[in-house]
């Protein structure tokens, strides 16, 4: 069964930083991509960042780039979502998830990595 429980969401202020941690369990790093995906009320999901194992390359998001790290640890089934120089339009319900890995072309092309599995979610705030 596949599990992933997020932490490290809050509030801060605008230019702040938040530090989100994902544990995975009930699957195998090497064969999936994780990363993570937020949405907004009254917004469509938006693609943050993905890792996806088919070829190494990490994603991000147009609206992240330079702003936000990803990076994993593939013996302690975590990945960690590093989030500088917040904004107010990052505030979102952040969720990680889980998926088939692909080439970093179908990713790219499709705004993010594809998923079948994720959490419950932590709220990010970010204040004005």
């Known amino acids: 069964e596949v599990q992933l429980v997020e932490s490290g969401g809050g509030l801060v202020q605008a230019g702040g930083s938040l530090r989100l941690s994902c544990a995975a369990s009930?699957?195998?790093?090497?064969?999936?991509?994780i990363g993570w995906f937020r949405q907004a009320p009254g917004k469509e999901r938006e693609g943050v960042s993905c890792i996806s194992s088919k070829e190494g390359n990490t994603y991000y998001g147009d609206s992240v780039k330079g702003r936000f790290t990803l990076s994993s640890d593939n013996a302690k089934n975590t990945v960690v979502l590093q989030m500088n120089s917040l904004k107010p339009e990052d505030t979102a319900v952040y969720y990680c998830?889980?998926?088939?890995?692909?080439?970093?072309?179908?990713?790219?092309?499709?705004?993010?990595?594809?998923?079948?599995?994720w959490g419950q979610g932590t709220q990010v705030t970010v204040s004005s």
């Open positions: 998830a889980v998926g088939p890995s692909l080439t970093f072309v179908a990713v790219v092309a499709s705004h993010g990595c594809a998923y079948d599995y």
């Open positions: 009930g699957f195998t790093f090497d064969d999936y991509a």
